[in-house]
């Protein structure tokens, strides 16, 4: 394999071939879940999935614990979510062949820098592709690249650490899909609080939407159950 970049490209060439057309998807939940019986994802967990930078991979242990990984997800358009481990005492690639129950989250802003960040859970069931550790992963490398700059020269050097680049390809397959939104930002008011007196200590603001207490809100400091207007922002 002299050339592994080109053979990478063309693996992924033949692959987007063969991926199905984009076909509309409805949920009747805003917020909810969807129960995937389409080949592509919704378009907001689409535009997380290639822009996210590390993910919370959850696989279970022979005891059925969750067991939750870093990792990279590689999505490329066919429905399916992409992850590459290295074969070399790989406990999460055991754990996948004895149980391929798995689930995927993005939760971190600061790993996925999209416009509008919203949460998102991917559970569903993985297949290990390790038949070829050597280059049965190498159609990743073009989306691995976009994701992680530094790639492209570690790969030149592969022959320095020749175990690490025997990899595995993890396969999820998603069932169910949960995402979160972002929400509007809300300005929240502390005039209505209804103030009581405590015996034992000053007053509380029992009522309170976050529920802070007389230390945060100014109730018995002169501030009326109203919030300072410095902490009365968009929370």
Not at 136 to 145: C, F, I, R
Not at 179 to 194: E, I, K, L
Not at 221 to 235: C, F, M, S, T
Request: hydrophobic share 40%.
């Amino acid at each position: 394999m002299r050339d592994p970049w080109a053979y990478a490209h063309l693996q992924q060439a033949k692959r987007k071939a063969d991926f199905p057309k984009k076909r509309p998807f409805t949920t009747t939940l805003r917020t909810g879940w969807y129960d995937l019986g389409v080949s592509r994802l919704p378009e907001p967990v689409e535009a997380l999935l290639e822009a996210a930078l590390v993910g919370e991979f959850t696989v279970l242990d022979g005891r059925g614990r969750p067991v939750v990984h870093p990792m990279i997800p590689f999505y490329t358009g066919d429905g399916r979510v992409y992850l590459t481990s290295s074969v070399l005492f790989s406990r999460k690639l055991l754990h996948l062949k004895q149980n391929p129950r798995c689930a995927l989250s993005i939760t971190d802003p600061l790993a996925a820098p999209v416009d509008r960040f919203g949460q998102v859970t991917i559970q569903g069931d993985a297949t290990v592709v390790d038949d070829d550790p050597h280059r049965g992963w190498l159609w990743l490398l073009p989306t691995w690249a976009r994701k992680e700059p530094t790639i492209p020269a570690l790969v030149r050097q592969r022959w320095a650490l020749p175990l690490f680049w025997e990899r595995a390809v993890v396969v999820l397959t998603p069932r169910r899909v949960f995402h979160w939104p972002p929400a509007p930002p809300v300005r929240r008011s502390f005039t209505n609080c209804r103030k009581e007196a405590s015996a034992d200590g000053p007053a509380s603001c029992r009522g309170c939407p976050a529920d802070q207490g007389a230390s945060l809100c100014g109730a018995g400091l002169g501030g009326r159950g109203r919030l300072p207007d410095a902490a009365a922002g968009p929370v």
